[in-house]
């Protein structure tokens, strides 16, 4: 198996193995946050700012919303499946040095979709951040191709959950 590529010239991965993710809440201009994901540290990045780190093999969704004195001018979510050092990634603003990007959306009617799926699948007692990565994939896919999706189910979880139990 070949060696994984070296990360880009001038970047640095952090110390500690960790996938680290800026916050910034400027009220009414700029504010993000953690939809859902268990945080390994917390640090702050100054008044504006804190940086959440996630441990290798992490689940995240991170909102973003940008706004001008008229009100939201955008909107993002993003679920993100951080990685091992050494292991392949894609960039993504804030998230250094990067992840697996299972879902990408910056409409806000598929948003609140997505929230209301989060919204159920915590309700039904699954932490979301044990999602399968392709049932957001699945989602990712099916909003794109302006189709319903389908719900994630306990049966879907369990079947999840035993597919990690088989793997060696």
Known sequence: MPAAPPPPVGFRLP????TD???TWIEGRLEQQL????VAAERSGGP????ASFRPGASFGLIDCTMNDLGCVFWSLVIIRTVAPGAPYATYPGV????EILL???DLEPIRAVCREIDMI???GVDACDVSPDHWRHIGQRLAAALPFRSYSA???AAWLRRGEARP
């Not at 110390?15 to 960790?18: Q, R």
């Open 15 to 18: 110390a500690s193995g960790l």
């Open 21 to 23: 993710v800026e916050l």
């Open 35 to 38: 939809r859902f994901g268990r």
């Open 48 to 51: 504006h700012k804190r940086i």
């Open 96 to 99: 250094q040095p990067g992840g």
């Open 104 to 106: 990408s959306l910056s």
């Open 122 to 124: 915590e309700a039904s």
């Open 155 to 157: 049966e879907r979880h």
